[in-house]
């Protein structure tokens, strides 16, 4: 591996981790009911070099065509009322990839990520535009998902045929404490 790569993969890993620690202790628990995305039963690993870290907290969830890493521990994001000017805050970046994205062509943004609430009625949920991250060894498609209320969310992504789906629970939290 060269050393701009693992250069970046230190730093993400990091970013991610740091994300997920400071906030894994306000986490409370999914209820129940929610059926929140946890790792299968045979792992799936993506072409490639894709490595998880020295932890190994996470998993790789669908196939070659799409693609996302989800932590083992289920998926569980924080959620704030948004301010006045800040009602498109992401609530979480979720990264997509495909064995068939090149970021080089413009045609092959087409993911389409769309959510709805199991547990009651909701507004829609609000997808920033896709654009790439580099996700060692390749470039990957990047989606700001910005949910409307805390509760319990499917996402689901479409790309070129393929479909992935994953659970999560959304909680709330004081504004400024996420």
Same mark, same amino acid.
């Given at each position: 591996m060269t050393v701009p790569r693992l250069v970046l993969l230190v730093s993400l890993l990091a970013l991610v981790a740091t994300g997920h620690q400071s906030s894994i202790e306000q986490r409370p628990a999914a209820p129940a009911s929610c059926p929140i995305t946890r790792a299968p039963a045979v792992p799936f690993t993506p072409p490639g070099d894709h490595q998880m870290g020295p932890d190994e907290n996470s998993f790789w969830l669908g196939t070659e065509k799409l693609y996302i890493a989800l932590p083992k521990s289920g998926e569980v994001w924080g959620w704030a009322p948004r301010p006045p000017g800040?009602?498109?805050?992401? @609530?979480?970046?979720?990264?997509? =990839?495909?064995?068939?994205?090149?970021?080089?062509? &413009?045609?092959?943004?087409? *993911?389409? +990520? @769309?959510?709805?609430?199991?547990? =009651?009625?909701?507004?829609?949920?609000?997808?920033? &535009?896709?654009?790439?991250? *580099?996700? +060692?060894?390749?470039?990957?498609?990047?989606?700001?998902?910005?949910?409307?209320?805390?509760?319990?969310?499917?996402?689901?992504?479409?790309?070129?045929?393929?479909?992935?789906?994953?659970?999560?629970?959304?909680?709330s939290v004081k504004p400024g404490d996420k």
């Open positions: 800040h009602e498109h805050d992401l @609530t979480a970046k979720v990264f997509w =990839g495909s064995v068939d994205f090149d970021y080089r062509r &413009k045609e092959d943004y087409d *993911l389409k +990520v @769309t959510g709805r609430r199991l547990d =009651g009625d909701a507004p829609p949920l609000v997808v920033d &535009k896709v654009t790439n991250a *580099l996700f +060692v060894p390749r470039a990957v498609m990047l989606t700001g998902v910005i949910v409307p209320t805390p509760g319990c969310w499917e996402i689901t992504g479409a790309y070129k045929g393929q479909q992935l789906n994953f659970v999560v629970w959304v909680y």
